[in-house]
């Protein structure tokens, strides 16, 4: 009988600590994707409900024409775009290559006053690629137009 109770007893331990330790790693894998995680919103989620200025999201559209201007070294200034919505950004550091007007785009960053500090810039990488979340933003906003192949 005490051999059942100890072997009982030893099982509901090995029960709780790995409970108590599944608890402890989920804890720490939120902790560490607290700054990671960065969330996409269209140019227009972003008009209708504006983020905090401390929450760096990534926003994604199309580069606006006429927009994009280039200031003191390497400022650059544009809006992005969906259709439905425009949200002003500015960017300090080097575009990359395939940036331009009326092209795709994601950036992540930080929406302070009005307009999206930028910290980071992609751009898509061949003349057919866009971003799933941008594409999606577009279709949602009916101004997407499907690539020619």
Sequence with gaps: ?????????????VIALAAVS???AVALIGYAFQDGINFFRSPS????????????FRIGGLVEEGTLLRGQGEVISF??????????VVFSGILPDLF??????????RYVN????????????DETYMPKEVVDALKEQGVYV????
């Design 100 to 109: 331009g007007e009326n092209q795709g785009m994601v950036g992540t960053g």
């Design 146 to 149: 499907e690539p020619e192949s």
């Design 45 to 56: 989620q972003v008009v209708e409900s504006p983020p905090k200025s401390n929450e760096v």
């Design 79 to 88: 809006n992005v775009t969906d259709g439905g919505a425009s949200v002003p």
């Design 1 to 13: 009988m005490a051999l059942k109770s100890l072997k009982k007893k030893r099982r509901i331990q």
């Design 22 to 24: 599944l608890v402890v």
């Design 114 to 125: 009005g307009v999206f500090e930028a910290s980071e810039i992609l751009a898509k990488h």
